[in-house]
Every structure is written in C-alpha cells, then in structure tokens.
C-alpha cells in the first residue's frame, strides 16, 4: 500500500510540475508585447525551467549518494552543514577578499562545503558516525554557518541585501549560464556514481561483507562523498541553499519499493527534478501577490515537517547523550557563589562607564540609553540560564537547552506571526511568545514519548523547528515588509530595543520566575531517581510535568522576548556552573543564572564596542560561543 501511495504521489508532482510550467507560460506570453515575452521566455522563463530541472536532479543524486554511503536516511546537503558552509565561504569571500572571487563561486563554495564535512567527520568519529550523530552536528554546523551569514548581511546590508534573496534559492534567471554549469557538474556526477554503482550497492551489507567481496569501502567511501560534496557546492554557488529535496526524493522512492539503487538512481534523480520545478513554479505562479518567493525558502518550510517524520521512524543507534555522573572537581562552596556574584557586580559598572564614545559625549547623558538594555540583557542570561537547567534536569539531557530544543525558537516565530498579523507593538508580545515556547515543549513531549525521550531526538526534533522558524524569518525579510529589519536585529540578539518599560517588566519577570525555580528542586531530584521511584515517593508525574513544562516556557518566552532565540546561554551557562561542581540543583540553579546573566552583560558590552560605531548582537556574540561549546562536550564524550 505505501509503495502505491508512493508512486501515485511521484506521477502526481510530474502532472502538477507540467501542468504550472504550462499555466506560467501561456500567462507570461499574454501579459507582454510579442517581442519582450520572446526575450523574457528565451532568457529567463526556460533557463529557470532548465535549472530548477537540473538543481533538483543534483539535490537528489547528492542526497541519496550521502544516504547510501552513510546509511542514513536522514542525510542531504541541508542536514550535514554542507550547504551552508558552501554558503558562508562566498559570503566571507565577498567582503573580506573579494579578490578570491576570480576564482569562481563554485570553488569557493567547494572549499566552505569541505571543511564542513571534514569537521562533521571529525567530530562523528568517535562515535562511529551513528545516523543521529551526524545529523545533530551536521545541522548544528548549519545553525552555526547559516548565523554567521546573518551577521555578514547585517554588517553589510546595503550591497548584500541582493546576495541575501538569492543565497536563499532564487532560481530566477538571466541567460543559459548557470544552467550550462549545473548540467556538465550533473552529468559528470551521474557518470561517476554509475561507476560506483555495484560498490555502492555493496555498502548496503556490513562493511565486512563488503570487504569480503573485495570492495574497498574506505575508498569507495571517499570517492562518493566527493561526488556528493562537489556537486552539492556547485549547485549552491549556482542558486543558493535549497534544502527538502535532497531528503524526500531519496524517501518517496524507497517507500514506492525500489530497492536497487541502480534503479533508485535513475528515479530519485528524475523524482527530484519534478519536485524542484513543481516548487519553483508554484512559487512563480503565486509571486504577483505574495512577492518574489525564492524556491528555497519554500522548500525549507517544507523540509522541517519531513524530518521530524522521518526523525519517528528512525531507529536510535549509537552511544546516546544522557546526563553524566558528577564530574570530578570540588564540591560546591557557597563562596563559589560569592565569587561568581563579585564578577557581575563588577561587571556591570565596567559595562556602563567603561566604553568607546564619540568625541565630546557626555557619558551621563549615555547612561539613559545603557542601562535599560544592560539590565534587559541581565535579566534575559538569568532566565534562560535557568530554563537550561530546568529542561536538562527534566530529559535528563545535558545537550538540551531552549535554543536546542526550538522552545526559543517557538516564541521567537509566535512573536514574528502576532507582529506580521497584529498591530500590537513589542511591549505587549509576552502572551504570543508564552503561547509559542509552551506549544513547541507539548509538542516535544509528544514527539518524544514516542522515542523514549532518546536526548539526541529531542535535540534533532528542536533543531527542526528551529529551521522552520528560519525559513519563516526568511520569507519575512524577502517580503519587503518594514518591519522586516527590526526583527531580524530582534531575531539575532539585539539589545537595542530594550526601552525603560521593557527592562523594568523584565526584572519582574526575573524576580517572580527564577525563585520559582527553586521550588522545584525537590520534584526534579526525585525524578532523576526514575519515574516509578519518584511516584512511589508520592511525586504527581503529570502535575510535576506539566508545572515544570509551564515555568521553562515562561522563562523561556520573557528571555527571548529581550534577546532574541539564538544566544546559547541555556546550554553554556548550566555547563558551566556543573563544572564548578555544582550538583544539587538550588546551586546549579544559583550558579548558572549568576554566570549567564554575567555572560549576556559582557556579551551586550563587547557587542557595543568591539565594532564601534556599528554594534554587533549580543545573541550573535553568544551564539558563537555556545555553538562549538556544544559541539567539543559532544565530540568530548564521545572519545570518553
């Protein structure tokens, strides 16, 4: 029955794909004179048919040959970071050496997409490339790229404003050129993998029946991952970062009962050229009212709601993430506490007086301007530093945190929608981001149920809804709304906005949720002791859930409202405060709300002025830091 389905499905998108490439066309040859619709159908409708054609091809070669050499149903371009550092190297390479690009954007995008995988190698080594490894760091990698990327447009928004609409898959044309391109890189990968095609065949047994068969896996190995890297850079330098197809086409195929992959290359290949342009059209075709919607937009709105379904049929596979026993230091001194509480007492005043000003100012005058968004930024560490430790004592997950698990990133995108739909300013956001923090933590907790709370699938499932809000985030600014700007500074961890109101509400929020947090020691201590321990010492477990669930939210939202969903302070400040031996949870919880509110006011004051007079986000800044944080303690445990 699926592989009916499946099928019906394939000849389906091929129906609608020539039917919209039909509709588009005889709508382009009625709207304009004769002479201007031949040219335009010449130069820009059919090479833009052409590419979408060959960009879906490559997408889907490149993700099944990822596939099939990791074997992992869950891998593409988009997922292992290969895009994206294909992504950031032209970005870099434009305006720090712009020289470099007499090289060719597809060599440059070659460079950024290996050291992409040579890091994703690397760092999955250790646990020998589980399928659920790879995908975490690969779209953590992602994450981290695609961040980077948003700060080079925000420093140089006014000549990379155009490089932003099309590094997010515009397909949209003006000669044969890339479509020359994309077809030579296509045919020569569709030569080689044809060349590989009984090896790769092989690789689908152990590697030692692989072997036995005089296979040479590493070689073979080596050999499709280059195919795959280098046509995956290729496209990206060509029309941008377009992710879903390279992970439903290899799918839809293998559900519709294809089982050689001689056969599931010819089709995934085909599949994923129909797909592409049944999107690029539908985009087109709607583009008069919504705007020029790039085709990778849509795609990654499309390709978060697959991999979570595909995230509930994987199996879990490898050493998982689980909270580790206590780490080898000291105990926990309350002059620890101390110690910590004299670094942020001493950090505030240097955050307030000691900083670059223009010539003649009167830092008095200043003082207005800094001490709202300082004492926001303060608020926003303590908050989010506390619903770090709350969730990984709940999941019993040192991996998770608000901007892992997408519960930042569900405020973030109910904040977005109830701007865009709503005339309601910022000041009054807190119920939408409440409303969007608490959905993504049931729907976390349903999903979740489903693997046994697996940590890594919890990471992965939030990741997911991390890049739906992102690919939301981008149609937003390729809208031309507005508002569009401020929400993209709100969205990457700006304090500018942060007025008198705002800093007030937020040490009320402060003041009324982390003591809250307290509270709870006692439920969460005896959960860590096992579900039927903690009932049969008279713990409610749906009550404790639920309450617990409803505090990280509210944590959650109030900090995300003041500094933006990606600034890493729930996963780094809990890390921190258990390496300074903090165990029980009225320290860690003290201890991590005095380290994050200390790294989001340095944070806000290196963003002041290590770019003086342009500011840098201080949800950047920290992102930065909490990015490879994460990936060295996942690499670190893994080699343990």
């Known amino acids: 029955m699926k592989s009916v389905t499946a099928a019906v499905i394939l000849l389906l998108c091929f129906a609608a794909a020539l039917a919209c490439v039909a509709i588009n066309y005889f709508a382009l040859m009625a709207r304009y004179p004769p002479s201007l619709s031949s040219l335009l159908l010449d130069q820009s409708f059919l090479p833009r048919v052409a590419v979408s054609l060959l960009c879906g091809a490559g997408l889907a070669l490149a993700g099944l040959l990822f596939q099939q050499v990791l074997q992992n149903p869950l891998a593409e371009p988009g997922t292992l970071g290969v895009a994206a550092g294909a992504n950031l190297a032209m970005s870099a390479a434009l305006v720090f050496a712009p020289g470099l690009l007499t090289l060719g954007l597809p060599v440059l995008a070659l460079s950024g997409s290996a050291i992409a995988v040579l890091l994703l190698m690397k760092l999955t080594a250790g646990r020998r490339f589980a399928p659920l490894s790879v995908i975490l760091v690969g779209m953590v990698l992602s994450l981290y790229g695609n961040s980077l990327n948003t700060l080079l447009v925000l420093f140089n928004h006014d000549y990379l404003s155009d490089l932003f609409s099309w590094q997010a898959g515009a397909l949209t044309q003006s000669g044969w050129r890339s479509g020359i391109v994309l077809a030579f890189a296509l045919c020569a990968a569709l030569l080689i993998s044809l060349l590989l095609n009984r090896p790769l065949t092989v690789l689908s047994l152990s590697e030692q029946q692989a072997s ?34 390279g992970l439903a086409a290899p799918a839809i195929v293998r559900a519709s009962g294809i089982r050689r992959f001689q056969h599931q290359l010819f089709v995934t290949v085909m599949s994923g050229a129909v797909m592409l342009t049944l999107v690029d059209q539908l985009a087109l075709h709607f583009s008069p009212a919504a705007g020029d919607i790039p085709a990778g937009a849509v795609t990654a709105l499309l390709s978060a709601p697959l991999l979570l379904v595909l995230l509930l049929r994987q199996r879990v596979t490898g050493s998982p993430v689980v909270q580790p026993a206590a780490p080898a230091v000291a105990d926990f001194k309350t002059r620890q506490l101390g110690i910590l509480l004299l670094l942020l007492a001493l950090a505030l005043p240097a955050s307030l007086w000691l900083n670059r000003e223009p010539p003649g100012a009167l830092t008095s005058h200043l003082l207005a301007w800094r001490w709202p968004r300082i004492t926001g930024a303060l608020c926003a560490g303590m908050m989010l530093a506390c619903a770090g430790v709350l969730i990984q004592r709940l999941t019993g997950n040192v991996m998770a945190s608000p901007e892992l698990t997408g519960i930042s990133s569900g405020a973030a995108l109910a904040v977005l929608l109830t701007v865009l739909l709503t005339p309601l300013p910022m000041t009054f956001m807190l119920p939408s981001a409440i409303v969007g923090s608490l959905l993504v933590m049931l729907l976390l907790f349903v999903f ?15 990741l997911s809804l991390t890049s739906l809000a992102g690919a939301l985030n981008t149609i937003l600014m390729l809208s031309g709304d507005p508002r569009a700007l401020m929400l993209l500074n709100w969205s990457t961890g700006s304090t500018a906005g942060i007025d008198v109101h705002m800093a007030v ?57 003041l500094v933006g969903p990606l600034s890493f302070i729930g996963l780094l400040a809990p890390q921190c405060a258990r390496s300074l031996g903090a165990r029980a949870l009225r320290h860690q919880l003290c201890a991590a709300a005095l380290i994050g509110g200390t790294l989001m006011v340095l944070a806000d004051w290196l963003g002041r002025n290590i770019a003086w007079p342009w500011p840098v986000s201080a949800g950047l800044l920290t992102a930065f830091i909490g990015a490879p944080w994460f990936l060295w303690q996942f690499s670190r445990k893994a080699s343990r």
Request: net charge positive; charged share 10%.
């Open 448 to 462: 979740g149920a489903r693997s046994r709370f697996n940590p890594q699938k919890v990471v992965l499932i939030g």
């Open 505 to 561: 509400e937020s040490v009320i929020a402060a003041a009324v949720l982390c003591p809250l947090a307290l509270l709870m020691q006692r439920w969460l201590q005896l959960l860590g002791l096992g579900q039927l321990t903690a009932q049969s010492l008279g713990v409610s477990l749906r009550r404790t859930n639920l309450l617990v669930l409803l505090l990280i939210s509210l944590l959650t939202a109030a900090g995300t409202l």
């Open 212 to 245: 036995a068969l005089g296979i040479s896996v590493v070689k073979v190995r080596i050999a499709a991952l280059s195919v795959a890297v280098v046509l995956s850079a290729i496209i990206t330098s060509q029309v941008g970062i377009i992710s879903f197809i």
